[in-house]
């Protein structure tokens, strides 16, 4: 079975705290994603990585950042967290050629206070 | 930009009722998917459709795709509370150099009564 691992279920940090959300994934799967979902707004991608060191923004890039030193682990980082990035963060992974489903981790629930 | 709009947005049924949701988007993609979420958990794959006129179906679900109408439909038959759940539909786009993206609609939440 593809397992796809978020370090966290919940996490509360304070304003201005660097925050790093961490996904991995046991399938070699190219892509990795990170959304973040809010009631009323779906899913809305934040960054995607297609291959080691590369990485696209997604359509809400502003205030995050990524890492992607190895294919299977994917970090998110919010440089200066703040409390409207206060969200279910959803990571998943895929396989680089369209057609192909991607598989989602558990989520992180992130409250910024 | 790829927009991706599911309706409705909630839905409300009784059991053993049947009915429709629809997806549509904006680029000329052919390959669809969509996902159920329960409360509190992760999105779970349902359907993976690739063609102009795909079928799929799983007990009381059928999706199908229509590429050229830019439509997929989700449809449930015979309704049963354990097809309460959020349901979403993503479509893939060619984010340049061969690396697809997925972008999800909003999500359908579906409340089946007895």
């Known amino acids: 079975d593809v397992k796809v691992t978020q370090s966290s279920r919940y996490l509360v940090k304070r304003t201005g705290e660097k925050v790093f959300l961490e996904c991995v994934q046991d399938m070699d799967h190219e892509n990795m994603f990170w959304y973040r979902q809010d009631p009323g707004l779906g899913l809305r991608l934040i960054y995607f990585s297609y291959d080691v060191k590369m990485k696209e923004k997604g359509d809400i890039p502003e205030g995050y950042s990524v890492s992607r030193e190895k294919k299977e682990r994917f970090s998110l980082i919010l440089e200066s967290a703040s409390t409207n990035q206060t969200s279910m963060y959803l990571c998943?992974?895929?396989?680089?050629?369209?057609?192909?489903?991607?598989?989602f981790g558990q989520g992180t629930r992130l409250t910024v206070v | 930009e790829l927009k991706v709009e599911q309706n409705p947005l909630f839905l409300s049924m009784q059991e053993g009722k049947n009915y429709t949701i629809y997806c549509n988007y904006s680029t000329t993609s052919d390959r669809l998917y969509w996902y159920r979420q329960d409360p509190g958990k992760s999105l779970e794959s349902l359907f993976v459709?690739?063609?102009?006129?795909a079928v799929k179906q799983e007990g009381r679900l059928m999706a199908s795709l229509d590429t050229k109408a830019r439509l997929s439909t989700l449809h449930i038959t015979a309704a049963v509370h354990d097809l309460s759940a959020t349901y979403f539909c993503?479509?893939?786009?060619?984010?340049?150099?061969?690396?697809?993206?997925?972008?999800f609609g909003k999500g359908t939440l579906l409340t089946v009564n007895p």
């Open positions: 459709l690739l063609s102009n006129g």
């Open positions: 998943a992974s895929s396989f680089s050629y369209g057609g192909t489903e991607a598989f």
């Open positions: 993503a479509v893939d786009e060619d984010s340049g150099g061969s690396n697809y993206k997925l972008t």
